[in-house]
């Protein structure tokens, strides 16, 4: 199988916002969980996403698993690499942005490398270096308030600066709109003077096609999905894509079986969602001090659950308000609380696959990673969309069998996500 587009994503439902915007812009993809065994059958496919949790581990570790990664995908054919981030640019001045993406050039041989989180499909845009979320700066969103990486600065050129060796560069809109061959002398310019990092911003989707173009002939690049979109219609336009386009009938063949979703985000999206889903069936929500406390309450989901499933779907949630999670991490640390919590929610998740359920939806990047790595899931066929940035994903080569998930970023999703994941899930 050789691939012409790899990518590294640095959490599971970044990977799966990533791989829905690959398919949908005509490229046959695959996501895996981490680098797969050599013994696991992909399909023939465009483009592979491997996903990997790196958003928040020391940078050290974050540089060490995205090189295996990089050196996989090179050995598959990719000739580009897209190191896929959060479009809310989620990291601190320790990492990981800045470290893996100098890593990422100079594995390739060095150069500069373009850089943005810009996604006005989901109301991300860069102006002036400056991210901006449905029109507001970054620091002054509801975004802002990440549990683990919360970013109190829309500065992107301020923010990878404090994280990278070298300095960082942008590239504006002004030079973005004089087209691709702008784009790429100003990328060469700032690559002889030695910057590696450079932040580009993006209003339009033809800003993304602009970058996208100039990406594809450099071997790295590092943005949210995005950059992936303007990555997938310069492969097309090139005609380096033999197929017909993407189809994504095969990833939503029944599968039977229960259905439960586990909610482990704590952002505001998700809580509404949480609110409407309880109109249409059981909602269970897990004290959070009562999970960091030990097992019991973890059994005692489980034994609620045992008693609604066979009737319906259930959800389970350790989603709390923003309050209840700083009075959290100030009583037990940060990183302790939410190890906890996600620790909590993949046990939850594996015991109700465990019963039968084989639709399972999950809310939260920690969430989602934590529960697919302990079902051991090896990779993902992409299915249609449920969401902007949210497909159903078809289990490839799964111990279980086969399952329909959905993998939801906290933010993403209208309010009645839930009920329309469930709906596309058969």
């Known amino acids: 199988m050789a691939i012409l587009l790899g990518s590294i994503a640095d959490d599971y439902t970044g990977a799966s916002d990533l791989a829905n915007t690959l398919t949908k812009n005509g490229l046959r993809t695959v996501q895996t969980v981490g680098i797969p065994d050599p013994a696991l059958a992909l399909p023939d496919v465009d483009a592979v996403v491997v996903s990997l949790k790196i958003r928040s581990v020391p940078a050290s570790d974050a540089v060490a698993a995205a090189a295996s990664a990089e050196r996989w995908l090179r050995q598959r054919g990719a000739g580009h690499v897209l190191y896929k981030i959060c479009s809310t640019f989620d990291s601190t001045d320790a990492g990981n942005i800045g470290p893996v993406t100098e890593a990422l050039s100079d594995a390739a041989g060095g150069g500069g490398v373009l850089v943005t989180p810009a996604f006005p499909e989901t109301g991300r845009t860069v102006y002036l270096g400056h991210l901006f979320v449905g029109g507001q700066p970054l620091n002054e969103s509801p975004l ?26 942008l590239i504006d809109l002004t030079t973005i709109a004089a087209g691709p061959g702008a784009v790429k002398a100003r990328l060469d310019a700032l690559s002889t003077a030695g910057i590696t990092a450079v932040i580009a911003d993006a209003i339009f989707e033809r800003d993304l096609e602009t970058l996208g173009e100039v990406a594809l002939e450099t071997p790295v690049s590092t943005g949210a999905s995005g950059l992936g979109l303007g990555l997938a219609r310069a492969l097309l336009r090139s005609g380096r894509i033999s197929s017909d386009g993407a189809t994504t009938a095969d990833a939503i063949r029944p599968v039977g079986g229960l259905s ?58 350790a989603s709390a308000a923003p309050e209840t999670v700083s009075r959290l991490q100030s009583l037990h640390g940060r990183e302790a609380s939410g190890h906890a919590i996600e620790t909590a929610t993949s046990i939850i998740a594996a015991e109700l696959v465990g019963r039968g359920v084989r639709r399972l939806v999950v809310a939260g990047g920690e969430t989602s990673g934590a529960a697919v790595d302990r079902l051991a899931i090896p990779a993902f066929l ?26 939801k970023s906290g933010n993403f999703g209208g309010e009645d996500f839930f009920t329309s994941a ?5």
Request: with cysteine.
């Open 260 to 317: 439960a979703i586990v909610a482990g985000s704590c952002s505001k999206a998700t809580l509404h969602q949480l609110d409407i889903a309880e109109r249409s069936m059981p909602v269970l929500r897990l004290d959070p001090e009562r999970l960091l406390a030990g097992p019991d309450e973890i059994a005692a989901a489980i034994s609620w659950a045992g008693d609604r499933i066979s009737a319906g779907p259930v959800v389970i949630a």
């Open 144 to 169: 802002k308030d990440h549990p683990l990486n919360p970013m109190h600065d829309a500065n992107l050129v301020r923010v990878l600066t404090r994280q990278s060796r070298n300095a960082v560069g």
């Open 382 to 407: 992409i299915g249609p969309e449920i969401a902007p940035g949210v497909p159903v994903l078809r289990t490839v080569g799964n111990a279980q069998g086969d399952m329909l998930l959905a993998l």
């Open 422 to 426: 469930l709906a596309m899930m058969h």
